[in-house]
T-cell receptor
Framework: GQSLEQPSEVTAVEGAIVQINCTYQTSGFYGLSWYQQHDGGAPTFLSYNALDGLEETGRFSSFLSRSDSYGYLLLQELQMKDSASYFCAVLSNYQLIWGAGTKLIIKP | NAGVTQTPKFRILKIGQSMTLQCTQDMNHNYMYWYRQDPGMGLKLIYYSVGAGITDKGEVPNGYNVSRSTTEDFPLRLELAAPSQTSVYFC??????????????FGEGSRLTVL
């Protein structure tokens, strides 16, 4: 079967750094995406890794290791507005396979 | 530029009723998708389309139907609504694999309750 595993909840302090891990097992793999979703909102795209290594976009970075079927999202200089759910999703054969999401709780 | 537009935003249905969720996009994207999201869960793919006239089942197609007569429109039909179909439904689009960066463009969602 196809599955993605990510922690259900992570707590961090404002201004700190947090890493959200994702491991996957899928048939067919083109790349790993990350999405942010605020309560009551739609998912919004953050990043995409097709090749091994680190991609940086402002305060957010995403890493992929294809040999380990593993990736992570790194959020730096956390702000209260970063409180949301974060989803990893594997691009496989025309479609995205989604993890269950990680709820990020940020404390002042 | 409107992006992906879904209607209605909210709807309450009685068991056994039918309805259509509308989705339209103005980005000339080939690929369109319907997802459902239950509380505290990730997105489950219901149906997808890689172009006008072409549709295919996703992970959870039972109880739903779709059509894709134009590039812009991808309606989702619920037949004989059941309480298990209470969920938030998202329509999304993407340019296609040739320019695929793993990015989907989402509508705002349609919150459906079946009582």
């Amino acid at each position: 079967g196809q599955s993605l595993e990510q922690p259900s909840e992570v707590t961090a302090v404002e201004g700190a750094i947090v890493q959200i891990n994702c491991t996957y097992q899928t048939s067919g793999f083109y790349g790993l995406s990350w999405y942010q979703q605020h309560d009551g909102g739609a998912p919004t795209f953050l990043s995409y890794n097709a090749l091994d290594g680190l991609e940086e976009t402002g305060r957010f970075s995403s890493f992929l290791s294809r040999s380990d079927s593993y990736g992570y999202l790194l959020l730096q200089e956390l702000q209260m507005k970063d409180s949301a759910s974060y989803f990893c999703a594997v691009l496989s054969n025309y479609q995205l396979i989604w993890g269950a999401g990680t709820k990020l709780i940020i404390k002042p | 530029n409107a992006g992906v537009t879904q209607t209605p935003k909210f709807r309450i249905l009685k068991i056994g009723q039918s309805m259509t969720l509308q989705c339209t996009q103005d980005m000339n994207h080939n690929y369109m998708y319907w997802y459902r999201q239950d509380p505290g869960m990730g997105l489950k793919l219901i149906y997808y389309s890689v172009g006008a006239g072409i549709t295919d089942k996703g992970e959870v197609p039972n109880g739903y139907n779709v059509s894709r007569s134009t590039t812009e429109d991808f309606p989702l039909r619920l037949e004989l609504a059941a309480p298990s179909q209470t969920s938030v439904y998202f329509c999304a689009s993407s340019p296609g694999t040739s320019g695929n960066t793993g990015e989907l463009f989402f509508g705002e969602g349609s919150r459906l309750t079946v009582l």
